[in-house]
């Protein structure tokens, strides 16, 4: 069984008191773990830091975002060919480049051909907003970006998508297990039919939004879950490490 994944998206912050703390803090508390396999996405700029910093632990590093090209004149952007020194995952397409950048599928599609290329694992993330989940077109928003998102590679090896509806987000307030359930098997059925039935044991699906020490027992343990990216709780090392621990008690 592959180990579930806790992914912590600090987005435009630092942990609570700073890097340093926080590793001190869930360093030791991550080693040998049976069940649950953490990782970290910081800011670009602490990449380097980090990787130095997690050198002999168990955590996974990864970038928040990359650019499509290999190189050029793309001022302020970074590429998968850049990260890669680093990191062996990265967020792509997360609900705020989607809103507040403007990125379309279609660029996203061209982020996840990049990444694949030079062996990044692209965490695709993918979520209706409250209008479409009111109006039920969640699952027809989730298939549409999952099937443009992923139209430009033909292999799934290695490849995460994040469940993250943009009404749970930062919200406190997560989806419900029966609305996470639904919508995963969603994810699958669109996977199952562009890859192969095979895809089980090669697409992992997470999610994310508003994910908690005091929920993650009940979404974990929905069948077809294989982990969550967690953002506001990954910034306090003491609520980060709860969650792992809650998973490791509860997953047998
Ligand atoms: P949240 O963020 O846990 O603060 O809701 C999750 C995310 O945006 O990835």
Redesign the pocket.
């Known amino acids: 069984m592959d180990k579930k994944l806790v992914i912590a ?1 600090w987005k435009m912050n630092l942990p609570n008191k700073g890097i340093v703390h926080f590793l001190k803090s869930v360093i030791p508390e991550t080693t040998n773990l049976q069940y649950v396999q953490p990782g970290i996405c910081p800011p670009y700029l602490f990449i380097p830091q980090l990787f130095e910093l997690l050198d002999n632990s168990s955590i996974l590093l990864g970038a928040q975002n990359l650019h499509y090209e290999d190189n050029g004149a793309f001022t302020g952007e970074i590429s998968a060919q850049l990260l890669k020194t680093y990191c062996s995952l990265v967020i792509i397409g ?1 609900s705020e480049r989607r809103r507040l950048f403007h990125e379309t599928d279609e660029e996203i599609s061209k982020k996840i051909q990049i990444a694949t290329h030079f062996n990044l694992t692209p965490i695709l993330c993918v979520g209706e907003n409250i209008t479409e989940r009111k109006n039920n077109h969640s699952s027809k928003i989730v298939t549409s970006q999952l099937i443009t998102g992923l139209s430009k590679i033909n292999n799934s090896n290695n490849l995460i998508i994040a469940y ?1 509806p943009l009404w ?3 919200s406190g307030n997560a989806a419900t297990p029966t609305d996470i359930e639904l919508m995963i098997k969603v994810i699958r059925q669109v996977i199952t039919k562009k890859f192969g039935e095979d895809t089980q044991n090669t697409v992992r699906i997470i999610y ?4 908690s020490e005091d929920n993650i027992n009940k979404i974990i343990t929905l069948p077809d879950m294989d982990g969550v ?5 990954s910034l306090d090392p003491l609520k980060y490490n709860n969650i792992v621990k809650n998973i490791e008690t509860i997953i047998t």
């Not at 994310?208 to 994910?211: K, T, Y």
């Not at 990216?229 to 709780?233: E, Q």
């Open positions: 998206n997360h993250e749970a987000i930062g994310g939004g508003s994910v990216l967690v953002g506001n709780a």
